[in-house]
């Protein structure tokens, strides 16, 4: 008995002694069951945010992305690349089905009507609504884990190499997850009238046919070759303009709050940022988009289709491209392709940070 009760006693100042480190260890487990409920919170909005910011941006775009397609798929010359390469004999003898931004959009809007401008769309929300979903909830995890806090606020302060890799990495896994609905995009953005495909379901039927099931992942590899420096660049260049916003509106305000940044501020930092990464990236996006229409029915109006296997890599493509076509066939579409991506950048990025905004304080 007095052993027993000994062994008691023990035990019972044992504990004592430990008391400080077991109420340390369920406060810790209070605050992580505490916190995953705000983790979910947080996943749902930056990812609901991130859908809607795609959407409206996407569909804004559509009628810039469809031209810009045009341009990229088509192997005769444009205006642009007959004036880099001199070569008026060779443009003469192969006539194009588009020569310039302008004559492109009246052609469209006068065989195809206002919504030809919005072909390929559906596809283009199903693809650009779980990217860009994907792609801020994976950027902010990574900023998360990177800062050591999961408020926006205090990932500004970050460094400007660990935004571009954030959102490099955030880019893969978006591409990965969205790609076949890109695929399909492109497809029906590039045909005109009459039609190849009349719906979705016959290009996805198409592709399965004549490819198989890897085909509705053709043109993977130069894509996310594309999308490391492209989103990589995008958010990079995005936080770095950001943060000379602030500093700026630090400097010539004396308001204590220098994290406010005005809607339109945000609008010119990803007007900026999409010119800047879009510029660099271009020629791999035409890359990307050979790829991605190879070996598929074109109508002879449009002008020749690129044959299956017309391309053995990524830099056999730009072999090719730059021997037929001359440098500036790497940049097919790039006034469409910028202007386009200057708007698309800010109306996303704005529309995230608003709607990212809103739903935090309608959560609160």
């Known amino acids: 008995l007095f052993i027993s009760l000994s062994l008691s006693l023990v035990s019972n100042v044992g504990s004592l002694l430990h008391l400080p480190e077991v109420v340390a260890l369920k406060r810790r487990r209070l605050s992580a069951a505490m916190e995953e ?26 009628p810039l992305d469809v031209i810009k397609i045009r341009f990229q798929v088509q192997l005769e010359p444009t205006s642009s690349w007959t004036l880099l390469r001199k070569d008026l004999a060779a443009a003469a003898s192969a006539p194009s089905k588009y020569t310039g931004m302008f004559q492109a959009t009246k052609d469209i809007l006068r065989e195809e009507g206002v919504q030809g401008f919005w072909r390929g769309n559906v596809p283009a929300l199903l693809m ?5 979903a994907i792609q801020f909830t994976v950027l902010h995890k990574l ?17 400007p190499y660990l935004s571009y890799v ?3 990495l955030a880019g893969c896994a978006a591409t990965v997850g969205s790609y076949p609905f890109d695929l399909l995009r492109t497809i029906l953005a590039s045909q005109g009238e009459p039609k190849v495909y009349p719906t979705m379901r016959s290009a996805f039927i198409d592709i399965v046919r004549t490819r198989g099931f890897q085909g509705l992942y053709s043109g993977l590899s130069p894509t996310l070759v594309e999308i490391i420096p492209y989103a990589g660049l995008q958010f990079g260049t995005y936080d ?18 220098e994290d406010n940044i005005s809607s339109f501020q945000l609008f010119l930092c990803g007007l900026a940022a999409g010119t800047c990464a879009k510029l660099v990236c271009h020629p791999l996006d035409v890359v990307k988009k050979r790829f991605q229409i190879e070996g598929l029915q074109r109508h002879p109006r449009y002008g020749a289709r690129v044959e299956h296997r017309a391309y053995r890599n990524m830099f056999d493509a730009m072999q090719r491209i730059m021997r037929l076509e001359g440098w500036a066939g790497l940049y097919k579409g790039i006034i469409p392709s910028t202007v386009k991506a200057a708007p698309a950048g800010a109306v996303t990025f704005v529309a995230y940070e608003l709607t990212s905004d809103w739903l935090e304080s309608s959560f609160s």
Do not use: C, Q
Request: glycine share 8%; proline share 3%.
């Open 166 to 168: 954030s959102g490099a």
């Open 128 to 132: 650009v609504m779980p990217y860009t």
């Open 37 to 62: 409920p705000s983790k979910l919170k947080r996943a749902l909005i930056d990812s609901s945010a991130g859908a809607i910011s795609g959407g409206i941006s996407r569909t804004v775009t559509s």
């Open 240 to 257: 770095t303009f950001k943060r000379w916003a602030m500093a700026l509106n630090h400097r010539f305000s004396n308001a204590a709050a």
């Open 143 to 159: 900023k998360t884990f990177v800062s050591g806090s999961s408020k926006t606020e205090n990932h500004i302060n970050l460094s």
